[in-house]
């Protein structure tokens, strides 16, 4: 069925592959105009300019990734092993490989269980986020006509305001609720602390909060599910995945942006078989042989919408990298290390991101942050590897 599907999905993007090429490079060569005519060196030096984001930034982020694959290599030759297959293929990589946990929890529950995560934050933070989250700020539960997702929102004489549609026998849920609050008390601390000139807080950090509660939350259910060793397994799993698919995915996104650029800029035709080609060379290096590389695969280029936002995905790999730094930190610093982090979600955008994060006890112009991660990835993969038994049980 996941091969079957698989195909199916990508058949679509074959019938329209010239065209959806074609889109793609003319937005590049959008991108290569505006750079020129505003004087920039190239097109990344504009599109890291806003934020005052140095090359060495990116380059540390996919250099420090490509240089330390193989905790993600171990991670998906177990998962060969646990699914028995002769070979692992994309569409084998998002099943889960732990059995169905049995999961309910009400909302009201959930939110005590947030704050029992985020204690480490003190009194102030949890007390305001569950007299919010149990007060209005929260669009609970799926409706005739409510849309899907979820986000968090308001203006700056507003509280924040959550759209969700919680599920009580759905771990995401608790997840997805754990990371909307984070985003919200970001707001809610720089509203608070900031004028409104600079309340509103950049796409580099804003992910810092939201993320820095899930690894918060995952740590608090591993030490409560401790005697149960299937959800231990099966947290593990999902931990590591949205690590695989945060940071190692979302750095190889960001290194095809680079080079298709690169290509417009230096007046090298950016044609479907170019994108194709390098896409190809990015799955080889980035997966190696430890995962089957269909040639469908090679069209999964044309399909991420982030790409016509130019050098934007590198910050979802340098986000969930400074909130593991940083959520270890607290946990294992204390009262300093949560005082620093409770002032950065004060500052709103009062400073440039890389200094916020600094501040924060994050240096993210080194590849310090990255190696954390990849490290913390690392220990995970080796507990889950150390349950096989319950796996296979």
Not at 217 to 238: G, K, P, Q
Not at 364 to 386: C, K, N, Q, W, Y
Request: with cysteine; hydrophobic share 40%.
């Amino acid at each position: 069925i996941r091969k079957r599907a698989f195909f199916q999905y990508y058949r679509s993007y074959d019938n329209h592959k010239n065209s959806i090429a074609a889109a793609l490079n003319y937005s590049n060569k959008r991108d290569c105009f505006y750079s020129r005519v505003r004087k920039f060196e190239n097109c990344r030096r504009q599109g890291l300019f806003a934020d005052r984001i140095p090359d060495d930034v990116y380059d540390n982020l996919i250099t420090t990734v490509k240089s330390r694959l193989s905790p993600l290599f171990l991670y998906l030759d177990f998962r060969k092993r646990i699914l028995g297959l002769d070979e692992l293929h994309f569409y084998d990589t998002y099943v889960p490989i732990v059995k169905h946990v049995p999961f309910s929890m009400p909302y009201e529950e959930a939110v005590d269980t947030c704050a029992a995560a985020l204690a480490v934050l003190g009194e102030e933070y949890t007390s305001t986020m569950k007299k919010g989250l149990t007060g209005g700020w929260v669009d609970r539960y799926e409706s005739r006509g409510k849309r899907s997702g979820a986000y968090s929102s308001g203006c700056y004489d507003s509280p924040p305001y959550i759209l969700i549609n919680y599920r009580d026998d759905n771990i995401n849920s608790l997840y997805t609720l754990i990371h909307e609050a984070g985003h919200s008390m970001h707001s809610w601390y720089s509203n608070r602390s900031q004028p409104y000139v600079y309340h509103d807080y950049t796409i580099f950090v804003a992910e810092v909060a939201s993320t820095f509660n899930e690894t918060l939350l995952s740590a608090h259910l591993l030490r409560r599910y401790e005697n149960d060793r299937n959800m231990m397994a099966y947290i593990l799993n999902r931990e590591i995945d949205n690590i695989r698919a945060t940071l190692f995915r979302q750095c190889m996104f960001a290194e095809f942006e680079l080079l298709t650029h690169r290509a417009v800029e230096e007046h090298r035709p950016l044609t479907l078989e170019a994108m194709r080609e390098m896409y190809r060379g990015l799955l080889a290096a980035y997966f190696g042989g430890h995962l089957a590389i269909d040639e469908e695969l090679t069209l999964e280029c044309l399909r991420i919408p982030h790409f016509y936002s130019p050098f934007y995905v590198y910050k979802y790999a340098t986000g969930i990298s400074a909130a593991i730094a940083l959520a270890l930190a607290v946990e294992g610093e204390g009262a300093v290390a949560r005082d620093a982090y409770l002032a950065f979600l004060s500052l709103g955008g009062s400073m440039f991101p890389l200094d916020e994060l600094l501040a924060a006890g994050v240096d993210m112009s080194t590849p310090a942050p990255i190696e954390g991660a990849i490290s913390h990835f690392s220990g995970l993969v080796d507990r889950l590897i150390g349950l096989e038994d319950v796996l296979r049980g």
